[in-house]
């Protein structure tokens, strides 16, 4: 099994900084990696997938990158709606997908 | 819109059995796995199993085989996951999601939430 490890576990920023939240799998995947936003009280949404791509009306301020077992979502200026949990998850290994432990952002 | 409806929440004793459902709208399961993820408490994300409806081919996270049952009827265009014995452990959110082999995920369900008592 895949085991998918996000780092920090909270990561405290203020609104229109930046954010970088990293995701690193104990093998390779490749680049089928894909971050999503969980909200309280709300299902996870598709933010970034194949490590770089935006899903359909995500901002452009949701960014990410790598490949292999090294990735990285940078959000470049924080609204107060981005403060949620983020999720990475490797759609590499079939059928076996993993998520990572999710990285909490709030508001510092 | 595409979307995956889930059945209502439910409160349940130990030792009872539970199915829950998933059923999608318009072109939401032709050519499409349907999984389901489980969320504890205050915790993470966990894939559990999948099912491709169109055969009922089902995969499951070794974590999860042998305690939920994964099933799926085509022509009503829903999936289950039922439990035989439910324990206070099993208490969490329940999502079932749709994705294609090799693709993530694209669409979430609202989810269930399922209460154990003991």
């Known amino acids: 099994e895949i085991v998918m490890t996000q780092s920090p576990a909270t990561l405290s920023v203020s609104p229109g900084e930046r954010a970088t939240l990293s995701c690193r799998a104990s093998q390779s995947v490749s680049s089928n990696l894909a971050w999503y936003q969980q909200k309280p009280g709300q299902a996870p949404r598709l933010l970034i997938y194949d490590a770089s791509t935006r899903a359909t009306g995500i901002p452009a301020r949701f960014s990410g990158s790598g490949s292999g077992t090294e990735f990285t979502l940078t959000i470049s200026s924080l609204q107060s709606e981005d403060f949620a949990v983020y999720y990475c998850?490797?759609?590499?290994?079939?059928?076996?997908?993993?998520f990572g432990q999710g990285t909490k952002l709030e508001i510092k | 819109e595409v979307q995956l409806v889930q059945s209502g929440a439910e409160v349940k004793k130990s030792g009872e059995s539970l199915k829950i459902s998933c059923k999608g709208s318009?072109?939401?399961?032709?050519?499409?796995?349907i999984g389901w993820v489980r969320q504890m408490p205050g915790k993470g994300l966990e894939w559990m199993g999948i099912?491709?409806?169109?055969?009922?081919?089902?995969r499951y996270s070794p974590s999860f085989e042998g305690r939920v049952t994964i099933s799926a009827d085509k022509a009503s265009r829903t999936a289950y996951l039922q439990w035989r014995s439910l324990k206070a452990s099993d208490t969490a959110i329940y999502y079932c999601?749709?994705?294609?082999?090799?693709?993530?995920?694209?669409?979430w369900g609202p989810g269930t939430r399922v209460t154990i008592s003991s």
């Open positions: 318009g072109d939401s399961f032709t050519g499409y796995w």
């Open positions: 998850q490797q759609f590499h290994h079939w059928p076996l997908y993993t």
């Open positions: 099912i491709y409806p169109g055969d009922s081919d089902t």
């Open positions: 999601v749709r994705h294609v082999r090799g693709s993530p995920v694209d669409i």
